[in-house]
């Protein structure tokens, strides 16, 4: 009996340890669901359409990690990984390479070209310290910017990629034209009881998941958290900082030219212009609800804030169309929801999860 | 009405379970000049903040005794309080504002006002704030302060490009051109100015004594003290040592007093101990840029295998040394390692070529606060020597929490286990996580600074005597800064006396207080005053 006490003890404790954010989306996500069951929803439809967001969010979330883990904060400038990610994306396409070959091929460019954009945006926040969060988001929109005139101007001229009239990139080109709309989420793709798993997809996540764990147990990583934590301490130990920080953003910024090829596949689209310019918030939204903070990062912060977080995206709209009848208001209740969140997660971001 | 301006009627207090004066009693007379003296922490800064009614007084429970001026009991609340009563204060902190004209800063908030018909429009329109001013007047005061220190600087200059020493006589003059002022006070005000500057000041401040405005002088300088001085009171850990005329006494004494005799203290006698004749480490001309810290040409050898001491009081450089060469902060000169020139500001280069440092700043360099104690411990060693990796590169938890466990246990670590975040540790145990960290290391050369500073009594007796075994039995060097002299002289073979950046002497650890407490002054040729 006193056993058993002694259980429900510890249990209740690492209750208690879960972050408020975490345990608040938990919370709600877990009453969307419910709500949805007396509705009439198959569990297996909301949960499959769960796992759906949160295949093509984790990666980007997992972004802001090193830089997190550097004492850079969040990514903010997302956007900067993303464009480099689309520009792969439409530089591969356009010489109508298809399939698997395709997406090898843009991971191989999003690398090359989102390490080189994060290198130059690390010396930015090297140039900025103490800013960065207020200078970020703006080079993320700048950087939108600038792409939005490159996308109309680039000299492509593949009947699939261009306006039907006139000259300059789709804002969406559909991936169903060069065999690559889920690609990777059809990859082994199996369903149990109509839960849909999209294998493929899921491994690139957790392969990238664990390779990010296994970096920070390496020296570099170990060093690059120890920067994040208390610069001085890592100066005094020998460790360039400012060398630190910038292997941080190129990492993060090309994981998230990786991310938005994974987002493409996973919606059948590549989407440009002002696309990228509101990716960053959502993406830093999964990580915080996952219990992280402004100067600390978990992988597992990553699965368990995606999950909750794009899960309960994934189910409010549909749940509450049916439960409000199709009001017209259900769309913008999602944005409120959604925004709110992030909102909350930015605000908690000093203070931690811990 | 008594003859004295202002007396301190045993004044004591507490901060918390700190007590930082206690039962301090002594006067000044009108038109004096008065000497406050003591070392770091003796009590200085919180009488005078008594004195000027500062917030941090009052919020913390206020103060024992009484405060009379001219005779009277004054409640001093606030620094309002203090300038109301004729008390002013010219702090080590310029407070001038740059973009205005030396007369403009003389007279802010103090601005004279024209009398005119427009002006009483206005100010009954607008309010007495926009008012027009009396430029003319204003400047004619301002210039007739300044003709007062002998200043011959035009009062319609700007603040922003004057030389220092400048700066400190318009704070000056603003406080005399302030109608009915009594007192003032002056804080350190020759540790920022040259020779020449500093000598012109002491002749302002007799002229404004001459006057009859009273002047409390802080500072350590003795000589600057015997020269213009007409009383010296001397603070000791709170309490008052003597209060003397100077001419009734001399530089020795005065620096006996400030240092005590509590520097003699046990020193295990090791009269066979030999120093070895080699250098380990030679320092030529350092000059590191670390604030309040300043390094300006430091010249020093230590030789193997001894515990070489650095002493001197708070803000003379001494801390930068170690800092400097570690390159913590920004530094030139030239050090050599075993008769290696080392490159300066390469961290990294220091300790892999065998230097290790265990900070001052305990929480802002010394230790990652959120973490465990064996992320802590085994850091240094795996960022320099790639230690505690596995085959895969990757950190070996177990290597990791066995080492953390073995130096727990040497160096009697309280914790509840290698996983517990320094943070939560009591400042003695941290402090023995960031000598664990340097240990790890297995340095040849040991820099510790301030190695015993916040912690228990227990703690501090066990660092020192792991610095002396490491310095006997392996052979260690060891160079300790620190700014408690008793510490320094109980463990090592040499002491220097960092003064304004400068090393104002090296001595053995049993030479008389005095002598340690000259230096500490910035007496440099005292081998006569000691004859005398």
């Known amino acids: 009996m006193t056993e058993l006490t002694k259980e429900n003890f510890s249990l209740l404790n690492s209750f208690r340890k879960i972050p408020f954010s975490t345990r608040a989306v938990g919370g709600l996500y877990l009453a969307v669901l419910i709500l949805g069951i007396v509705n009439g929803f198959n569990i297996s439809t909301l949960l499959s359409a769960s796992l759906h967001l949160f295949g093509v969010w984790a990666v980007l979330a997992?972004?802001?990690?090193?830089?997190?883990?550097?004492?850079?904060?969040?990514?903010?400038?997302?956007?900067?990984?993303?464009?480099?990610?689309?520009?792969?994306?439409?530089?591969?396409?356009?010489?109508?390479?298809?399939g698997m070959a395709f997406i090898l091929l843009a991971a191989l460019l999003a690398i090359v070209f989102g390490s080189l954009a994060g290198y130059l945006y690390g010396r930015l926040m090297n140039a900025v310290k103490g800013s960065e969060m207020a200078i970020a988001p703006y080079t993320g929109f700048a950087i939108t910017a600038v792409f939005g005139l490159l996308w109309l101007a680039i000299p492509i001229g593949h009947p699939h990629m261009i306006f039907f009239l006139g000259g300059g990139l789709r804002h969406q080109i559909p991936l169903d034209q060069f065999d690559a709309n889920f690609i990777l989420a059809r990859f082994l793709e199996i369903e149990i009881f109509g839960l849909e798993i999209r294998t493929g997809e899921l491994l690139v996540v957790f392969a990238g998941c664990f390779l990010m764990w296994l970096f920070f147990r390496t020296k570099t990583g170990?060093?690059?958290?120890?920067v994040g934590r208390n610069p001085m301490f890592a100066k005094a130990s020998g460790i360039n900082v400012?060398?630190?920080?910038?292997?941080?953003?190129?990492?993060?910024?090309?994981?998230?030219?990786?991310?938005v090829i994974v987002y493409a596949q996973g919606f059948g689209f590549v989407q440009l212009y002002d696309f990228p310019m509101f990716m960053a918030f959502p993406a830093i939204a999964c990580i915080l609800v996952g219990g992280a903070s402004g100067q600390r990062a978990k992988v597992a912060n990553v699965i368990v804030g995606t999950f909750l977080f794009q899960g309960l995206m994934a189910t409010a709209l549909p749940v509450f169309t049916r439960v409000l009848e199709g009001a017209g208001f259900v769309n913008a209740l999602r944005m409120i929801i959604q925004n709110g969140i992030i909102l909350y997660a930015l605000s908690r971001m000093s203070k931690g999860g811990n | 009405m008594s003859q004295n301006l202002l007396e301190f009627k045993s004044v004591s207090k507490s901060y918390a379970?700190?007590?930082?004066?206690?039962?301090?009693?002594?006067?000044?007379?009108?038109?004096?000049?008065?000497?406050?003296?003591?070392?770091?922490?003796?009590?200085?800064?919180?009488l005078m903040n008594i004195l000027f009614g500062m917030p941090v007084i009052h919020s913390t429970g206020g103060y024992e005794g009484a405060v009379e001026?001219?005779?009277?009991?004054?409640?001093?609340?606030?620094?309002?309080?203090?300038?109301?009563?004729?008390?002013?204060?010219?702090?080590?902190?310029?407070?001038?504002?740059?973009?205005?004209?030396?007369?403009?800063?003389?007279?802010?908030?103090?601005?004279?006002e024209k009398k005119n018909m427009l002006n009483s429009i206005s100010s009954r329109l607008f309010g007495k704030r926009m008012k027009t001013l009396d430029f003319k007047q204003m400047n004619k005061d301002a210039r007739a302060a300044l003709d007062r220190l002998e200043m011959n600087i035009e009062e319609f200059t700007f603040v922003a490009g004057l030389p220092i020493g400048y700066m400190q006589f318009v704070e000056i003059a603003r406080?005399?051109?302030?109608?009915?002022?009594?007192l003032l006070v002056l804080d350190e005000p020759t540790a920022v100015l040259t020779e020449s500057e500093a000598d012109s000041l002491l002749s302002a401040m007799r002229?404004?004594?001459?006057?009859g405005i009273s002047i409390v002088f802080i500072s350590h300088r003795l000589n600057e003290i015997t020269a213009v001085a007409d009383r010296v009171t001397i603070l000791r850990d709170g309490e008052l040592v003597v209060t003397k005329d100077v001419k009734d006494t001399n530089a020795l004494e005065i620096a006996e007093y400030m240092v005590g005799r509590k520097v003699s203290i046990e020193r295990a006698s090791d009269e066979a101990r030999k120093l070895d004749d080699e250098i380990m480490l030679s320092i030529k001309d350092l000059h590191v840029a670390m604030p309040n810290?300043?390094?300006?040409?430091?010249?020093?050898?230590?030789?193997?295998?001894?515990?070489?001491?650095?002493?001197?009081?708070?803000?003379?450089?001494?801390?930068?040394?170690?800092?400097?060469?570690?390159?913590?902060?920004?530094?030139?000169?030239?050090?050599?390692?075993?008769?290696?020139?080392?490159?300066?500001?390469?961290?990294?280069?220091?300790?892999?070529?065998?230097?290790?440092?265990?900070?001052?700043?305990?929480?802002?360099?010394?230790?990652?606060?959120?973490?465990?104690?064996?992320?802590?411990?085994?850091?240094t060693a795996m960022s320099i020597h790639s230690e505690f990796l596995t085959s895969l590169r990757l950190s070996d938890k177990n290597a990791i929490r066995e080492h953390a466990r073995k130096m727990i246990k040497e160096l009697d670590i309280r914790c509840t286990s290698e996983k517990q975040h320094t943070g939560r540790l009591s400042g003695g145990n941290q402090q023995k996580v960031c000598v664990a960290r340097a240990l790890t290391q297995k340095p040849t050369v040991l820099f510790v600074s301030e190695p015993t500073r916040g912690i228990d009594i227990g703690a501090k007796k066990l660092i020192l005597d792991l610095l002396l075994q490491l310095s006997r039995e392996q052979g260690m060097t060891v160079v300790m800064t620190s700014s408690e002299l008793a510490e320094l002289c109980s463990i090592c073979d040499r002491i220097a006396i960092v003064c304004e950046g400068e090393v104002a002497g090296i001595l053995p650890p049993d030479a008389p207080p005095a002598q340690f407490g000259l230096l500490m002054s910035g007496v440099k040729d005292f081998e006569g005053e000691v004859a005398s």
């Open chain 1, 222 to 226: 170990i060093a690059m958290s120890a």
């Open chain 2, 207 to 211: 002229i404004i004594a001459a006057g």
């Open chain 2, 17 to 46: 379970d700190n007590q930082v004066l206690k039962d301090v009693s002594f006067d000044i007379r009108p038109g004096e000049i008065h000497a406050l003296l003591g070392e770091n922490g003796a009590g200085k800064s919180t």
């Open chain 1, 242 to 259: 400012d060398r630190s920080r910038v292997i941080a953003n190129m990492m993060s910024t090309a994981i998230a030219a990786l991310g």
């Open chain 2, 175 to 182: 406080e005399i051109d302030k109608t009915g002022l009594k």
């Open chain 2, 293 to 379: 810290e300043r390094v300006k040409g430091v010249n020093l050898e230590v030789r193997k295998g001894e515990i070489f001491g650095i002493g001197g009081l708070a803000g003379q450089g001494k801390l930068g040394i170690a800092n400097g060469i570690m390159g913590i902060y920004e530094s030139r000169g030239d050090v050599f390692l075993d008769g290696k020139q080392m490159a300066l500001g390469k961290t990294r280069k220091m300790l892999s070529a065998g230097v290790a440092f265990v900070s001052e700043d305990r929480k802002g360099i010394g230790l990652l606060i959120e973490e465990p104690i064996d992320d802590n411990i085994m850091f």
């Open chain 1, 62 to 98: 997992l972004a802001n990690v090193p830089s997190i883990q550097a004492g850079t904060g969040p990514n903010f400038a997302l956007p900067i990984g993303i464009v480099s990610g689309l520009l792969a994306m439409v530089l591969v396409l356009s010489l109508d390479i298809k």
């Open chain 2, 69 to 112: 001026l001219e005779g009277e009991k004054v409640e001093i609340k606030s620094p309002f309080d203090a300038m109301a009563l004729g008390i002013g204060m010219v702090h080590q902190e310029f407070m001038l504002i740059p973009g205005f004209t030396i007369a403009e800063n003389i007279k802010l908030n103090r601005e004279i």
